[in-house]
């Protein structure tokens, strides 16, 4: 790929992308493109995103908690760090005056977002190499997309990079505890092994941004309100809706599908309440 100086360019937001030739096509919202040898992907996003939106949707209650710590006005820029289909950058979109962007490293999954008919610029580009210029963003977020990155150490330095002066950013993810606890931990055990692998745990999550030079870093839990599962969490577990489910072994898959099924064919409630945790960064 062709290198560029990405502090080249004005941090305006018609310029502040590096390729000045899709400038407008960017402020329309336009994919843009890039070469993509240089991406790195631990699961077929773009086979993933044929189905995401059919099992996956934007969480409003995670959206509106975001929004309980940062002020943003029509003038912030605010970047959404693996917006995959775009369900939370529409959300966000539709709330907030702020102009978004959103990044993935799928364009399969930024074409889902782009149908969606929403004005946001949509960049092809992986976490660890946003092509942005220096000081850009007043807020950067990411939800549940810490555990697909391969280099989270680059990733916080270039988030570090991209965001203004006491610019926030948000990691929206969950301690191992937290994984524990899952519903899909229950019926499939073998995921919650493998995501205490994917996850990097909160302590982990806040040398990291240290060491990536943010001086205020702040996780706090939150615990959605209780949803009893229906016949929809089913279906998304038989089409693999959740990652975790594409790294478990088949055998492990079938048998808790199977004990899954048995448990709402005997009525069984099955109460879910998520937590999250919510990693905040001043730079």
Not at 247 to 261: A, C, F, Q, T, V
Request: aromatic share 10%; charged share 25%; glycine share 6%.
């Amino acid at each position: 790929m062709k290198s560029y100086n990405r502090d080249s360019y004005k941090l305006g937001w018609r310029t502040c992308h590096p390729f000045s030739l899709y400038s407008q096509q960017f402020l329309q919202g336009v994919t843009l493109i890039l070469t993509t040898d240089m991406f790195r992907k631990t699961i077929d996003y773009d086979k993933v995103s044929t189905v995401y939106d059919q099992v996956r949707e934007g969480n409003p209650e995670m959206v509106l908690q975001l929004l309980e710590e940062v002020i943003l006005s029509d003038s912030s820029l605010v970047l959404d760090v693996g917006c995959g289909t775009g369900n939370n950058t529409v959300i966000l979109a539709s709330i907030i005056p702020a102009r978004i962007a959103g990044l993935d490293i799928s364009y399969g999954m930024l074409q889902k977002a782009g149908e969606k008919g929403i004005q946001v610029p949509l960049v092809q580009a992986p976490a660890d190499n946003i092509p942005f210029a220096s000081d850009s963003f007043d807020f950067v977020y990411m939800t549940e997309v810490l555990h697909h990155l391969p280099d989270i150490t680059m990733t916080f330095q270039e988030i570090h990079r991209v965001l203004k002066k006491t610019g926030l950013l948000c990691i929206v993810t969950q301690s191992h505890n937290q994984i524990d606890k899952r519903m899909t931990s229950r019926f499939f055990p073998g995921t919650a092994v493998v995501d205490k692998e994917r996850y990097p745990d909160i302590d982990v999550i806040e040398a990291q941004l240290s060491k990536a030079g943010f001086s205020v870093i702040n996780p706090k839990e939150y615990i959605y309100r209780p949803v009893r599962l229906g016949p929809e969490y089913l279906v998304t577990i038989e089409k693999r809706g959740f990652s975790m489910l594409h790294k478990i072994s088949k055998e492990d898959y079938e048998r808790g599908l199977e004990d899954l099924r048995a448990a709402f064919q005997k009525d069984e409630e099955l109460l879910y309440f998520a937590e999250y945790s919510f990693v905040w960064a001043t730079k």
